[in-house]
């Protein structure tokens, strides 16, 4: 599975930021930190505002911007851990960490699939082509997504999608059942909440 086609096809994205002189960079690197703007917004306003601060795991984190604007804000509560299988897009989440001096946000270069299940987050994040590309890569690849997120959420915990459709979110899975909550669906199970947030 780890030669899948789906697993290398962001290999390469922004390689070409990696090598821009100091100050082109950090242009780059703040406006891609603003372009997170509307998904901090929605984390502090639905989630952190009532449960405080967070321990977040982001799968398909890309650059980390999402993770380093919540630790910019004092969103984090001990550590943000971001999933990336593109070495570029990793090497450039390393290179924003740096910059940053962050101290909270783990960049990873693993598909999360390959580690274990640690039940200790109280926000998972992953955009829903991350899932559908998951998804096809094998008949169970989808449920196995599911089970480990399961697995990985505190009691009461959150996933959050911007998965635009009414649909349960994953038909081969043990999560079932949508309630529409506004702008986003809750998608609900005894433990945890799961809510998919509609961009």
Known sequence: ??????????????????????KEFDAYMQDKLRSAD??????????????????VCEIGSGNSKLLYRL???????????????????????????????????????????????EEQYDLIIMVDIVLQMIASLDAEAEAQAMDWLYQSIYRGGIF????????????????????SIGSGMNFHRPIPTLMGCIA
């Open 1 to 22: 599975m780890d030669n899948h086609q789906n697993l290398k096809c962001y290999e390469g994205v922004e390689s070409v930021q990696l090598r821009l002189p100091e």
């Open 38 to 55: 509307s998904d901090l917004e929605f984390i502090k306003q639905r989630v952190f505002e009532k449960r405080g601060k967070l321990d």
């Open 71 to 117: 630790e910019a804000d004092d969103v984090i509560k001990n550590k943000a851990v971001g999933y990336e299988v593109a070495e570029s897009r990793y090497r450039l989440a390393e290179k924003f960490k740096s910059a940053l001096q962050s101290k909270l946000v783990d960049n990873r270069h693993q598909n999360f699939l390959d580690a274990p299940p």
């Open 160 to 179: 959050s999608s911007n998965w635009k459709t009414s649909r349960p979110f994953c038909t081969k899975s043990t999560w079932t059942g949508a309630e």
